[in-house]
Structures are given as C-alpha cells and as structure tokens.
C-alpha cells in the first residue's frame, strides 16, 4: 500500500519569499513517480512538477522545484519568489509502480496563504 | 482548446435518487478516473478505465458505477446505495504511453444531497 503525508495543515508566508511544503511518502515499489498539484479556490487540480524514483536529478520547472530525498521517502515543493497568486491548496501525490497502474494516492493537502 | 469537460458545476439530490455526473475528454487519452474530495481532505479514487468497455474499482466505489462505451466519455453514477455523497467529485485521464503519466483534471461537480 501507498501512504502519503502532509503534516503541514497550513502556512503562511510573506510575498516574495521562498517556501518550502513537505511531503513524505511510504511505498515498497522501486519504481513510483511522485506529483505536486495546486488546487485553487476554484477546485480545479493543476499539475506542477514530476519527479521519477529514478530521476538523477531533483525536478524543477519555473520557480517550483523539487526536493527529492530518496533515502528519507521524502518529495518538498519548493516555490521561490511566492506570488499572491500562489494562494491555494498544494497536494502531494505518488503513482504506482505497475504499467498501466495510473493510480495516484494523494495526502491530505496543505493551505498556502502569501501575504502581501 | 483541448480538455476535460464536467457537467453540471453544482448538482442537487434528493435523498434516494441516482444522478449521473458527466465526463468529457478531447485528449486523446487513453485512461479516465473519477475522484472524490471531502472538505479538508485529498483526493481518493472511486473507479479508474484505462481502455474502452473495462474499467476498475477504486479505493472507495461502494455505491457508485461508471461505463466507458467511448473513449471521450467516462459517467459516474452515484447511486442510493452512497451513504454519504456529498462531496466535490473530479474527473480526470492521462495517456497510457507517455513515461510522465501525469494526470489532467476537470473543473468538478459539487454534488449536494438535500
């Protein structure tokens, strides 16, 4: 079984500055990818990074990034520079290892509030 | 414009009665899930189809049944056997190819039982 964690209910940060969500995840497949979306007030979930177990190197696209610990089962969403707009839910989510198996498994989220 | 459509936005249910959400698809994808969210919650899957006429049950599809008799199209039915179907209810698919499998999400259907 898949178990994602998201120990973080909410935070709060300052316009313009760097943060950091957590996720750790526990799994017994050697191969799994691992996603981070965003959900806005809307309820639509958007996609924003992939990380492969077997990516060499951490994913980053734009100002997300992602900080993979292998060793430590753990996938942090770093946004850099956060942006008002940033404002949303953030969900951590690991796929199955089995081809074909599209399932996700995600954690309970985490509430994003930037001040301005 | 490429997409996932949901229909309705907001949808009421009187106790007892089935309803049907709609889910459309113009991706080309090959797979189709169905989620269901709870305030405060993440997401579980219900039922997943990755291919035409064969789909899957999921963490939670006690009283819920879906059909996937085209590629676009994947319905969920809440029926009245669903103790508790009020919930935000996501559609979503991905191509079955690509090593990057990331899913794409519809807008949601807010179901409430009155």
């Known amino acids: 079984a898949q178990k994602i964690t998201q120990t973080q209910p909410g935070m709060f940060v300052q316009e313009k500055e760097a943060v950091t969500l957590d996720c750790t995840y526990d799994?017994?497949?050697?191969?799994?990818?691992l996603f981070w979306y965003k959900q806005p007030s809307s309820g639509e979930m958007i996609f924003l990074i992939y990380q492969g177990s077997y990516d060499e190197q951490n994913a980053t696209e734009g100002r997300y990034s992602l900080n993979f610990q292998k060793a430590r089962k753990s996938a942090n969403l770093v946004i850099s520079a956060s942006q008002l707009g940033d404002s949303a839910m953030y969900f951590c989510?690991?796929?199955?290892?089995?081809?074909?198996?599209?399932?996700?498994?995600f954690g309970t989220g985490t509430r994003l509030t930037i001040i301005p | 414009d490429g997409g996932i459509t949901q229909s309705p936005k907001y949808l009421f249910r009187k106790e007892g009665q089935n309803v049907t959400l709609s889910c459309e698809q113009n991706l080309n994808h090959d797979a189709m899930y169905w989620y269901r969210q709870d305030p405060g919650q993440g997401l579980r899957l219900i039922y997943y189809s990755q291919i035409v006429n064969d789909f899957q049950k999921g963490d939670i599809a006690e009283g819920y049944s879906v059909s996937r008799e085209k590629k676009e199209s994947f319905p969920l039915t809440v029926t009245s056997a669903q103790k508790n179907p009020t919930a935000f209810y996501l559609c979503a698919s991905s191509m079955m190819a690509s090593g990057r499998r990331k899913q794409f999400f519809g807008p949601g259907t807010r179901l409430t039982v009155l």
């Open positions: 989510a690991m796929r199955g290892a089995l081809f074909g198996n599209e399932k996700l498994t």
């Open positions: 799994t017994s497949d050697q191969s799994y990818g």
